[in-house]
């Protein structure tokens, strides 16, 4: 392992980092907040971190697949560990633990809340949270699109192009298709906040709603998150942004080169958007026969609802936990599928759902022609048969991940449908669940524990389990040559 | 396709099955119960059935692959449909889909029961709710020991040993392989009988909860299940009975010719002791600390309940319902595990999880290591890698199914825990969940859809999902020669 190369990187990733700060850090200065003492140390904390490794690391040298894993591992736990510090420090949380579970579910783009009341919080603290999501929402669209397209089997566009962090002579390539990534991620972030204000969004709420939006973050300004603004347009504009952030973001790259239609005929996002139509549809139904909120008013909460919680965004604008048993099931489903691989999305991933089925329909082939080789295709590709292996044991692992957390979390008292809601809400960096940690509460009542185990899940989905459950391989530590 | 020879082979099966009906009819006349004419008839009806499909089928002929899952889905077709007329027809259920839900229940061991009360049910009624599992619990054991040993990936020690039912030359082999394990299970009837019977059982109650307990089935005698007796050593034996139907019973095979220091070598026969074991002691200290059961007696609650839902017969002897939200989840999650393979029990069952947990750590392996071929050991076999595959896409499609059995449940009304608990309960052959199917409750609260729903879980459960799922291709429906 060459740990001085990745020292250097992560020291000029905390430097980068520390950077971002400062935007939270002026905001409580111009606004003269009681949280200013605290970014200011942070930022003296995260330079002094950075810098340090910095003059320890050195600039050249080998990145091989244990370093990249290594410097994706580092990188979390640094920018959530110092980036929990301004909770923690300007006393708007009561602990450090409280602040570590705000700024994991904040950079995971998880957007699950400990915090009862977001309205009395310092507007250099709202700043904070929401860039914490546009920043990890963009760390995460590169790390799967440029650095490790292969690693969990999720099939993106990508995958012939780029062919990993595993050698220097890459590096041009992958530089040039993170900055390319970077600058779609800041046009879509601008677009989107222009619209709100446009709709009559002040400017602060505009910026935090577009930068929790852009991650599928779902941090928001106000307690009651969209439902607050009670604005058609307002809730049109976060359905379409929420859907483009739910895209493999390598589409829009190879959009612009190739042309439009690149988008439409891609297979993950037809299913994307056939599920979020037909989710749709059944929940308006329910809603319209059960709540009897007439046709329109049961479009809109529908539509927004299947949006935020495919997308794994969490906004809100109606308390679903009250909805028909139909539809709460439909939207724990979605949950589960999640959005696309490659975009900042969470949960299992559209593309590899629909791998999964297909790889039953094979199976269930094979059962009356055993000897027969049977060939995959996923939209108009081949697919590597060792592709389905990791395809299908990534949705294990999801699911003894999410038994394993379930049961934790009832050790703390949460009854089993709380538990199996809380974890998975974790897993899938959606934010709100159902039950106790349901759309019109927040995660407050879990105890310290409880955080832990959730914060684990958390970074764990948004790593997509493999990322993160390499390094537990004692193997993996163990110094060889030649890799 | 030889529909010929299906129809003889169904053919002789309905005979035997009408035969086995003329028990509780003699029952019926005995006890001069009012439940006698629909005996009779019923058995009439199969007669005809068998007969017909006797004298219209021809005795030789090739037996396929096609053939035998055409026989096999046709034999729980038929056995499933004709055993719900004794239900209906002597008016102990209303009409004939609740009386198709109880003897499906019944045939593949599921236990769940639409019956409030059970108690005032003729006993010759009783008599064939048992035979029903009893029957049903056999026939899975030949079915997925001797003919399918390879259909679903589970690793069975008997798979090196059959080659399957693809051809004439192997039918001797399959006769002598099936009578050994029919042997077996009449032997270890017979043990269970006299042992009930000598704690203090009467002979009527021994007989049916030793067919129950033989089949992992669960239906009982009292509405109070096994509690009703509130017996130590009715307890004790039935948990040592419910241990050794959850185990492979080529296992024993094998034991019976080369000693009984062969089951303990098996792999999934200890992660089997292992996780009853360790299920037993967490759910033992959880009642001790929060109920204040006393150590021995939440020893003795929590074994039987460990037992009783590993295995999935589904048994009771508390109120789990009530229990801690810890102790709840545990049993929720060996609901999903079941027993052994090649056992009466239900589930996914132990030797998949464990095939999965060993599939997960080769996938972190070739994070590393991209290019290494790695070796999958059972035991002291190494593994087919498409054995990997067929387990890993049973995995998948056990919780495709569940989540639309579960959707579809919600829509008729029940509450989401409670519409996941049921469809696991069913899918997994357990009976009794959680909720407004819990273990103090039956199914009586599901409507004729839900019934539907239910029914068709159980089938796909009892038959390993693909047993069923290959007969929905088209292409199995081709005619085609030469298979
Ligand atoms: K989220
Ligand atoms: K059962």
Redesign the interface.
């Known amino acids: 392992m060459n740990y001085l190369f990745v020292e250097h990187i992560l020291g000029r990733l905390m430097i980068a980092y520390a950077g971002f700060m400062v935007i939270p850090f002026l905001g409580a200065l111009i606004w003269r907040e009681k949280s200013m003492p605290a970014f200011l140390f942070s930022i003296i904390v995260i330079m002094v971190i950075g810098l340090g490794l910095l003059h320890h690391g050195q600039k050249n040298g080998r990145m091989g ?2 370093e990249g ?1 290594v410097i994706v591992a580092g990188a979390w736990l640094l920018t959530c560990s110092t980036g929990a510090m301004p909770f923690a420090m300007s006393g708007v949380v009561p602990n450090y633990l409280d602040g570590l579970f705000e700024s994991v579910s904040g950079l995971t783009a998880t957007g699950a809340t400990i915090i009862d009341n977001v309205e009395i919080l310092p507007k250099s603290i709202l700043l904070w949270r929401s860039l914490t999501h546009w920043l990890g929402g963009m760390g995460i669209i590169v790390l799967f699109i440029v650095f490790l397209p292969n ?1 969990t089997g999720a099939v993106h566009l990508f995958k012939a192009e780029v062919t990993g962090a595993t050698s220097e002579r890459v590096l041009p390539r992958i530089r040039d298709n993170a900055l390319k990534l970077w600058q779609i991620y800041l046009g879509l972030t601008a677009v989107q906040f222009f619209l709100l204000l446009l709709v009559g969004m002040n400017w602060f709420d505009a910026v935090n709603h577009t930068f929790s939006t852009m991650a599928s973050g779902g941090f928001s300004t106000k307690n009651a998150s969209i439902m607050y603004y009670d604005s058609l347009w307002i809730e049109l504009i976060t359905i379409v942004f929420m859907i483009i952030t739910g895209i493999n973001f390598g589409l829009y790259s190879l959009a612009l080169r190739s042309g439009i239609d690149k988008i439409f005929k891609d297979l993950e996002f037809r299913f994307y958007l056939i599920i979020i139509a037909v989710s749709t549809f059944v929940v308006t139904l329910s809603l319209w026969w059960t709540l009897g909120l007439g046709g329109g008013n049961s479009l809109r909460q529908a539509l927004f609802q299947v949006v935020s919680i495919i997308t794994t965004t969490g906004f809100v604008t109606a308390d679903y936990d009250q909805w028909p ?2 539809s ?3 939207l ?2 979605l949950m ?1 599928i999640g959005g696309c691989a490659g975009s900042t999305a969470g949960g299992i991933k559209v593309s590899r759902i629909i791998l ?2 297909k ?2 329909w ?7 022609h ?1 000897k027969a080789v049977i060939n995959v295709r996923f939209a108009t590709r081949s697919v590597d048969p ?1 592709i ?3 395809v ?2 990534f ?3 999801f ?2 991940i999410l ?1 394993l957390a ?2 934790l979390l ?2 703390t ?5 709380d ?2 809601c809380a974890a998975a809400a974790a897993l899938g960096n959606v934010g709100p669940g ?1 039950g106790v940690v349901g759309p019109s509460t927040t995660f407050s009542s879990i105890n310290s524990f409880g955080e832990i185990v959730l914060i684990i899940c958390m970074l764990l989905g948004r790593l997509e389990l ?1 990322t993160l ?2 390094l ?2 004692p ?2 530590w163990r110094s060889r040559k030649g ?1």
Chains 1, 2 share one sequence.
């Open positions: 697949v244990r894993f690693m048993s139909v709460k099931i439909i724990l489903l589960f999964l089925f790889l039953g094979v199976e269930l082939k094979r059962a009356i055993p060792q389905f292996n990791t299908a044991v949705f294990f692992l699911f003894a038994a379930t049961l009832a050790s008292g949460l009854e089993p449908f538990a199996i159902f493999f459950l390499v537990i391989q193997e993996f890799w």
